[in-house]
């Protein structure tokens, strides 16, 4: 399975995290997702599923001819699959021995449950002081909920981002992805990861990285908490609008089609007056407390000036004038667009199984060790072969043997 854009490699042929070992035995999405990070930037991830059905992302989605979503052939990308049940004695067995010749473990189960498995931190510590475990769960390993069950949507819930999604007055919303807590949560975890791994290289011992889904959100939401502690602030549901700056919204062009405007500062209300042709705007509301003020005024009179005018009109307008101002896309326009085809923002790949398929592409952009695409999600068990006979000298019997105990 190869790329067909240009694979970039780092001038010393190694990629950035290459000797690094990852066990992924989570689940979903959420550490499942800071794995692939590390995975595309070069660590070898190892993705440890039930013998039975596997990770249950297989079937989240969009189902394809291969039996496997698209999510999971994008998400699971560049990772090693194989099987491994760790609720048989057998099956722990082999994890430790696995454990002692890497270096992460990544893990979302409820808290508690790797315990009574017998592979809990401390255990897992004792085969490998260097070992570092990223534990993410809906509420964290510690406090009243911690034994709750939780997926993304109840993050958006706990954290406070649903009770600012959606129209004023109106209920909440799904705040854009149902997944977001996860995604966000694997990328807070793989900084989590990548810090354990400096500290390591000082003290030589490893640690757990404690994660709850709705702190991964609740970090995100600006001055929510410092304006409520000190002035009882309880933000409300605001639409597009945004609580401190105006104009900062979605308004529709004459043409039909929505755009985004963001005027953060009193110097970029003073260009969009300029834009609009009418410079006295900035002088009657000069800073950003005056035009919040009179939010629905001003709203309306860059409502009205928008509706006049076609998409391209406002576009051209506004980049001319130095004011941000994009259209709201849906995919389609993401795939039509010329900065995503310039910055090779969608990955055109080949899968064996089911032919060419676009994903997105790793990011962020390095000058010296850039991400690499290997391959798509794997079917399961595809490696079980490899891995355990090149990491733990099972022989072609043993392994058999240990696929017909439903082991592996």
Same mark, same amino acid.
């Given at each position: 399975?190869?790329?067909? #854009? !240009?694979?970039?490699?780092?001038?010393?042929?190694?990629?950035?995290?290459?000797?690094?070992?990852?066990?992924?035995?989570?689940?979903?999405?959420?550490?499942?997702?800071?794995?692939?990070?590390?995975?595309?930037?070069?660590?070898?991830?190892?993705?440890?599923?039930?013998?039975?059905?596997?990770?249950?992302?297989?079937?989240?989605?969009?189902? #394809?001819?291969?039996?496997?979503?698209?999510?999971?052939?994008?998400?699971?990308?560049?990772?090693?699959?194989?099987?491994?049940?760790?609720? $048989?004695?057998?099956?722990?067995?082999?994890?430790?021995?696995?454990?002692?010749?890497? !270096?992460?473990?990544?893990?979302?189960?409820?808290?508690?449950?790797?315990? $009574?498995?017998?592979?809990?931190?401390?255990?897992?510590?004792?085969?490998?002081?260097?070992?570092?475990?990223?534990?993410?769960?809906?509420?964290?390993?510690?406090?009243?909920?911690?034994?709750?069950?939780? *997926?993304?949507?109840?993050?958006?819930?706990?954290?406070?981002?649903?009770?600012?999604?959606? +129209?004023?007055?109106?209920?909440?919303?799904?705040?854009?992805?149902?997944?977001? /807590?996860?995604?966000?949560?694997?990328?807070?975890?793989?900084?989590?990861?990548?810090?354990?791994?400096? /500290?390591?290289?000082?003290?030589?011992?490893?640690?757990?990285?404690?994660?709850?889904?709705?702190? %991964?959100? *609740?970090?995100?939401?600006? +001055?929510?908490?410092?304006?409520? /502690?000190?002035?009882?602030?309880?933000? =409300?549901?605001?639409?597009?609008?945004?609580?401190?700056?105006?104009?900062?919204?979605?308004?529709? #062009?004459?043409?039909?089609?929505?755009? /985004?405007?963001?005027?953060?500062?009193?110097?970029? *209300?003073?260009?969009?007056?300029?834009?609009?042709?009418?410079?006295?705007?900035?002088?009657?509301?000069?800073?950003?407390?005056?035009?919040?003020?009179? &939010?629905?005024?001003?709203?309306?009179?860059?409502? +009205?000036?928008?509706?006049?005018?076609?998409?391209?009109?406002?576009? +051209?307008?506004?980049?001319?004038?130095?004011?941000?101002?994009?259209?709201?896309?849906?995919?389609?326009?993401? *795939? =039509?667009? =010329?900065?995503?085809?310039?910055?090779?923002?969608?990955?055109?790949?080949?899968?064996?199984?089911?032919?060419?398929?676009?994903?997105?592409?790793?990011?962020?952009?390095?000058?010296?060790?850039?991400?690499?695409?290997?391959?798509?999600? &794997?079917?399961?068990?595809?490696?079980?072969?490899?891995?355990?006979?090149?990491?733990?000298?099972? %022989?072609?019997?043993?392994? $058999?043997?240990? $696929?017909?105990?439903?082991?592996?």
């Amino acid at each position: 399975m190869k790329s067909t #854009t !240009d694979s970039a490699t780092s001038p010393n042929g190694r990629a950035a995290l290459e000797g690094l070992r990852v066990l992924d035995i989570a689940t979903f999405v959420a550490a499942p997702f800071c794995g692939t990070i590390l995975a595309d930037f070069g660590a070898e991830v190892i993705k440890i599923e039930q013998p039975d059905g596997g990770d249950a992302l297989r079937k989240f989605g969009t189902i #394809t001819e291969c039996g496997d979503s698209l999510v999971w052939l994008s998400e699971a990308r560049n990772k090693k699959t194989i099987t491994l049940d760790l609720r $048989k004695p057998q099956g722990v067995a082999l994890f430790k021995e696995l454990v002692a010749q890497s !270096d992460v473990v990544l893990e979302n189960f409820r808290p508690g449950t790797l315990e $009574k498995w017998g592979i809990g931190f401390d255990v897992l510590r004792e085969l490998n002081p260097r070992l570092i475990m990223l534990r993410i769960s809906a509420y964290g390993q510690t406090g009243p909920k911690r034994g709750e069950p939780g *997926f993304a949507r109840i993050a958006h819930a706990f954290s406070g981002l649903s009770w600012l999604a959606g +129209e004023a007055g109106g209920p909440p919303v799904v705040p854009g992805s149902t997944s977001m /807590a996860d995604y966000v949560s694997g990328m807070w975890g793989a900084i989590g990861v990548l810090t354990a791994l400096r /500290a390591r290289e000082h003290s030589d011992r490893g640690q757990f990285i404690d994660l709850g889904l709705y702190e %991964s959100v *609740f970090r995100l939401l600006d +001055e929510i908490a410092p304006a409520y /502690a000190k002035y009882g602030t309880v933000r =409300e549901r605001m639409g597009a609008d945004t609580i401190n700056v105006v104009p900062h919204s979605h308004y529709q #062009t004459g043409s039909g089609e929505w755009v /985004a405007l963001a005027c953060t500062s009193d110097k970029m *209300f003073e260009r969009l007056a300029l834009v609009m042709e009418q410079p006295d705007l900035a002088a009657s509301y000069p800073t950003s407390a005056v035009r919040v003020a009179n &939010r629905e005024l001003i709203n309306s009179i860059v409502a +009205e000036w928008m509706v006049n005018r076609t998409l391209s009109e406002v576009v +051209e307008a506004t980049t001319a004038g130095g004011v941000p101002c994009a259209e709201i896309y849906s995919i389609k326009e993401i *795939f =039509e667009d =010329e900065q995503y085809r310039a910055r090779k923002n969608l990955l055109h790949v080949e899968d064996d199984r089911i032919g060419e398929l676009v994903v997105p592409a790793p990011i962020p952009r390095m000058s010296e060790t850039p991400p690499v695409f290997r391959h798509t999600g &794997r079917a399961l068990g595809e490696d079980n072969d490899a891995v355990y006979s090149a990491l733990l000298a099972m %022989s072609a019997e043993d392994i $058999k043997a240990a $696929k017909r105990a439903g082991v592996i």
